[in-house]
């Protein structure tokens, strides 16, 4: 099974790399907004959900699919999941555990982005061996 163009077939290990971390960056964010949901705001919880679909959506069209757009669109959604991780209306800084689940989150989310713009994962996107 696996990709039908073949061109994936041996991922450059940033790429790789890029996949756990951008997949642990989304489990420890899921944590997260678990460990801030307030009862009762679905219209946060709506977000929460949008955003987990949102990036992995990202996930497959960078490493399954090549597109060099996701790999742009990574850089604006870590934006916006920053914006997003301080906004929770369950927030709270002085809170040990909710702190570090957000720093870990935002932490290997942002390394993940930085993996896909190392010259192997550049020419890897061009389709070039590097």
């Known amino acids: 099974m696996g990709d039908r163009s073949g061109e994936n077939d041996s991922l450059p290990r940033q790429i790789g790399r890029f996949q756990w ?8 964010g899921a ?31 960078a490493v399954r699919r090549r597109s060099n757009v996701a790999r742009l669109l990574v850089i604006l959604f870590l934006a916006m999941s920053f914006v997003e991780v301080l906004s ?5 800084a002085s809170k040990l555990a909710t702190t570090w689940l957000a720093i870990l989150h ?7 982005g930085w993996l896909l ?8 996107f061009a389709r070039r061996t590097s």
């Open 31 to 61: 944590a997260y907004d678990l460990a801030v949901a307030v009862v009762g705001d679905h219209i946060e919880a709506w977000i929460d959900i949008l955003f987990f679909a949102v990036a992995a959506a990202l996930l497959h069209y």
């Open 88 to 92: 929770h209306q369950g927030f709270d």
């Open 117 to 124: 713009f190392t010259p192997a994962a550049r020419c890897w």
């Open 21 to 28: 971390l951008w997949f642990s960056g989304m489990v420890v």
């Open 106 to 112: 935002l932490g290997l989310m942002g390394a993940a």
